[in-house]
T-cell receptor, first 110, second 112 residues
């Protein structure tokens, strides 16, 4: 069974731009969660989608948004990028409580 | 292919027991190993280990890293029902862009 895949793996953007990250969950998993990982803040929860609906949301500004498609694939969008948005963005899919993490997308904002 | 393997995948113990969770890894450019506790959705950070042989301790939890044998253990003594969770191990690589690889997790259930 293929694992969670994320694209792109690496991304470099400049301040003010926007970015869209993609996550394909494990087949059959309907829940997709997004996390931001930074050296200083650790792993922080962004949001969770289940059956195309946002089910939970963390404490991030509205510049961070997401969506989920009918095939459970999910995208995360960050608008008006700031330097502090540079981080590893992880996606995790789950069928039950146990989450399976993807390799992450490393975003660098210059 | 680089990988992080946790064992056991699941564990059921009774309150007061001591448990040891294992994490072995094979990565090319090791930077650090992190342990997380996941009860609901967002994992909670427990420890970051970078040096071999130095035990990190927080209450009843402790962890140690062996960079020669490429593994880490997480110990929980005098377990409580509140310790029931999924424990995740993640390894960070030191590359141009640091990558983080997660293990599958160990599901710990502590029964009263």
């Amino acid at each position: 069974k293929a694992g969670v895949t994320q694209t792109p793996r690496y991304l470099i953007k400049t301040r003010g731009q926007q970015v869209t990250l993609s996550c394909s969950p494990i087949s059959g998993h309907r829940s997709v969660s997004w996390y931001q990982q930074t050296p200083g803040q650790g792993l922080q929860f962004l949001f969770e989608y289940f059956s195309e609906t946002q089910r939970n949301k963390g404490n991030f500004p509205g510049r961070f948004s997401g969506r989920q498609f009918s095939n459970s694939r999910s995208e995360m969008n960050v608008s008006t990028l700031e330097l502090g948005d540079s981080a590893l963005y992880l996606c995790a899919s789950s069928l039950t409580a146990k989450q399976f993490f993807g390799p992450g997308t490393r975003l660098t904002v210059l | 292919e680089d990988k992080v393997v946790q064992s056991p995948l699941s564990l059921v113990v009774h309150e007061g027991d001591t448990v040891t969770l294992n994490c072995s890894y094979e990565v090319t450019n090791f930077r650090s190993l992190l342990w997380y506790k996941q009860e609901k959705k967002a994992p909670t950070f427990l420890f970051m280990l970078t040096s071999s042989g130095i035990e990190k301790k927080s209450g009843r939890l402790s962890s140690i890293l062996d960079k020669k044998e490429l593994f880490s253990i997480l110990n929980i003594t005098a377990t409580q029902t509140g310790d029931s969770a999924i424990y995740l191990c993640a390894v960070e690589e030191f590359l141009y862009n640091n990558d983080m690889r997660f293990g599958a997790g160990t599901r710990l259930t502590v029964k009263p």
